[in-house]
C-alpha cells in the first residue's frame, strides 16, 4: 500500500510475476475495499488471500511513530505475516526506514548478529550482470565486527541467492592499499581475510568505488552511509545519462536517423542496466526474509522483487545464512558485540539443498 505509485502498480507486478511461475501464492495485505476490485481486474482471486489493514505507513512518516502506533497498518500486518509462518517472504514498496524498524521488532535479528544490513543487486561486468552491495542504508554505522557480518552475509546471498559456489568478497575504501582508511577498515582487513579461510570465499582485500560495477569482485561491503550515498548517486547518474542520450538523438534529423539504426542496440544496453531488472534490497541478519522494492518501482520493478523473493526462498537462503553467522561466532572470529550469545557449533553447509 506504501509505494508511491499506489496498489494497482503492486497488483499488475503481481499478475506479471504470477503469469510467468504458477508456483507462486500472494497474501495482501490492506484495506479489503481498495484491494479486492483491484485483484478481480486481474482476475487473480484464486492465488490472492487479502489481509484487511485499514492502516497504511507513508513515505514520510516516523519510525519511531510507526513502532509505537502501526499495529493496525499493512505493512505491520504483512510483517506478521513472515513471523507467523504464513509467508516465506515479505515483499514492500514502502517506507524503509519504517520497514527496517517493525522488521526489527517483530522478526528481531537472528543469533550472533550485531547489525542487520540491506543487500542490493548492482550492474556490473560480472557473467550474472550484477554485484552485490551491503549495507546500503540500514545503519549508517559499522564498526570492523559489523563488516565482518556484512561479509559473511553477503557471502551467503550470493552463493545461495545466486549459485556462486566461491564468491570473491571486497572492502570498500578510499584505496585499494592497506595503510589507507580508518582505522575500523584495516581491523576489519584482517578479520575478513581470516574469515575467508575457513568459510570458502575469496577475499580480495580492499576495493574502490571504481571496483563496484567491476567484474573483479562479487560481494562489495561497506557501511550504511557511504552505501546509501553510492547507490543514490549511481541511480542519479544512469537518469541523467538516459536524458542525455534522449536529447542527442533528438537533436537533428540526422541524428533521429541515427537513432532508429541504434535503437536495437541501445534497447539491449536498457535492459542490461535496467535497474527495474534488479529490484529488491534484500533485509539480511533477521529471523525472517524482508524484500523491500524501490518505493518507485512500477510492475516490472515489482515482478523482479517477487522474483527474487522466490528464489530466496526456494533455497532457504534465511536459515542458512543465519546458521553461517552463527557457525562463524562459534569458531571464536571476530564479533566482540556477540560471543556472550553463541550456543554452539551450528551446521554452515549453505550449498545444502540448494535449487
Known amino acids: 500500500m506504501g509505494g508511491d505509485r499506489g496498489p494497482a502498480t503492486v497488483v499488475a507486478g503481481i499478475s506479471k510475476s504470477a503469469a510467468k511461475n504458477p508456483d ?180 580480495v582485500g580492499f576495493v574502490e568505488g571504481g571496483d563496484i560495477p567491476s567484474g573483479r569482485v562479487d560481494v562489495i561491503v561497506t557501511d550504511g552511509f557511504t552505501g546509501n550515498v553510492a547507490l543514490k548517486t549511481a541511480e542519479g547518474t544512469a537518469s541523467l545519462i538516459s536524458e542525455l542520450l534522449r536529447e542527442a538523438f533528438k537533436y537533428t534529423p540526422l ?20 535497474p527495474r531488472q534488479v529490484n529488491g534490497g534484500v533485509f539480511l541478519g533477521l529471523n525472517g526474509t524482508v524484500v523491500k522494492s524501490h518505493g518507485s518501482a512500477d510492475a516490472t520493478g515489482v515482478s523482479a522483487a517477487i522474483k527474487l523473493s522466490f528464489i530466496l526462498a526456494q533455497t532457504g537462503f534465511n536459515e542458512k545464512l543465519a546458521a553461517r553467522v552463527a557457525s562463524n561466532m562459534a569458531a571464536g572470529q571476530g564479533d566482540s558485540h556477540t560471543a556472550s550469545n553463541d550456543t554452539g557449533t551450528v551446521n554452515s553447509n549453505d550449498n545444502a539443498g540448494t535449487t
Not at 266 to 274: A, C, G, P
Request: net charge positive; with cysteine.
Open 24 to 203: 507462486i501464492r500472494f497474501i495482501l495485505h490492506g484495506p479489503k475495499d481498495v484491494l479486492e476490485p483491484l485483484v478481480a481486474k486481474r482476475k487473480l482471486e484464486a492465488l490472492c488471500d487479502l489481509r484487511h489493514a485499514r492502516d497504511v505507513v507513508s513515505m514520510d512518516a516516523k519510525p519511531s511513530h510507526v513502532m509505537r502506533h502501526g499495529k493496525d497498518t499493512s505493512m505491520w500486518s504483512a510483517i506478521d505475516s513472515v513471523r507467523n509462518k504464513e509467508a516465506d517472504v515479505c515483499v514492500s514498496c514502502g517506507n524503509t526506514g519504517a520497514l527496517m524498524a517493525v522488521a526489527m521488532i517483530r522478526l528481531r535479528k537472528a543469533e550472533g548478529v550485531n547489525r542487520p544490513a540491506i543487500a542490493c543487486l548492482w550492474p556490473s561486468r560480472n557473467p550474472s550482470g550484477f554485484n552485490i552491495m551491503l549495507d546500503v542504508g540500514a545503519d549508517i554505522r559499522a564498526d570492523q565486527d559489523d563488516l565482518l557480518q556484512y561479509a559473511l552475509m553477503g557471502m551467503s546471498y550470493a552463493r545461495n541467492g545466486f549459485e556462486l559456489k566461491r564468491p570473491r568478497v571486497g572492502l570498500l575504501n578510499v584505496g585499494t592499499e592497506e595503510h589507507k582508511g580508518r582505522a575500523e577498515l584495516k581491523v576489519a582487513h584482517d578479520l575478513i581475510a581470516d574469515a575467508a579461510k575457513s568459510n570458502d570465499f575469496d577475499y
Open 255 to 274: 541524428s533521429q536517423i541515427a537513432a532508429l539504426l541504434a535503437y536495437p542496440s541501445l534497447k539491449r544496453l536498457s535492459k542490461r542496466i535496467d
